[in-house]
């Protein structure tokens, strides 16, 4: 069956560190991919998306993330992260098979001052 | 004003009561979809119509129902609420050929 798994539910990290948002599918085919973010209270705001070509993609608010054919992940990064950044982020995608968007369970990020 | 709204944004109902989530578009969008957000469980599609004569159950569409009153409006009943229907719910639209989905602020629901 289709599916999307994001590995990590909560991760925290210091501001001004690193980040890296670990998402693998599993799919027939290469399906188009996306990243949401879930402000506090607030709704799905679109990250980034890929469909095809260049594999790193570069999204809103300083993330980017990495197409990974031989690893079946799309990995969503930012170099440095700012305190604003926590929030709720998660890995879609979508295959014309289905025609639908199935979304992993999403990774909680917290971040330390 | 933003391109997709749902009213009520939070409801508290007793169980066994009738109520109804709206969401309206404003991207002319044809397709509309609704979906419930549970704590650990990510996004899960309840309906979704690809125009106003098409609706289609997604992965957990019984105890909903829906209507597509126009292009832009899509609400979602439950006919009779129970406590396990507590969630945050969202609309959501996509144009045709476009995959992206575009999500409204969300309803928060409890049941008591």
């Known amino acids: 069956a289709q599916s999307v798994t994001q590995p990590d539910i909560h991760i925290t990290v210091s501001e001004g560190a690193s980040l890296e948002l670990r998402c693998n599918y599993s799919?027939?085919?290469?399906?188009?991919l996306f990243w949401y973010v879930q402000s506090p209270g607030q709704g799905l705001q679109l990250l980034l998306k890929?469909?095809?070509?260049?594999?790193l993609v570069q999204g809103i608010k300083g993330f980017e993330a990495e197409f990974k054919r031989s690893q079946s992940s799309f990995n969503l990064r930012k170099p440095s992260v700012h305190w604003s950044d926590a929030a709720e982020y998660f890995c879609?995608?979508?295959?014309?098979?289905?025609?639908?968007?199935?979304f992993g369970t999403g990774t909680r990020l917290q971040v330390f001052p | 004003d933003a391109d997709v709204t749902q009213t009520p944004r939070n409801r508290i109902t007793k169980t066994g009561k009738r109520i109804m989530l709206e969401c309206s578009q404003t991207?002319?969008?044809?397709?509309m979809y609704w979906y419930r957000q549970d704590p650990g469980l990510g996004l899960r599609l309840i309906y979704y119509?690809?125009?106003?004569?098409?609706?289609n159950k997604g992965e957990i569409s019984d105890g909903y129902s829906v209507s597509r009153q126009a292009q832009a409006k899509f609400s979602l009943s439950l006919e009779s609420a129970i406590p396990n229907q507590t969630a945050l719910y969202f609309c959501?639209?996509?144009?045709?050929?476009?995959?992206?989905?575009?999500f409204g602020p969300g309803t928060r629901l409890l049941v008591l």
């Open positions: 879609a995608a979508y295959s014309y098979n289905t025609d639908k968007l199935i």
């Open positions: 991207k002319g969008h044809d397709r």
């Open positions: 959501a639209t996509g144009s045709d050929n476009q995959e992206t989905q575009y």
């Open positions: 119509s690809f125009d106003v004569k098409d609706i």
């Open positions: 890929y469909f095809s070509g260049d594999t």
């Open positions: 799919y027939g085919a290469t399906p188009y």
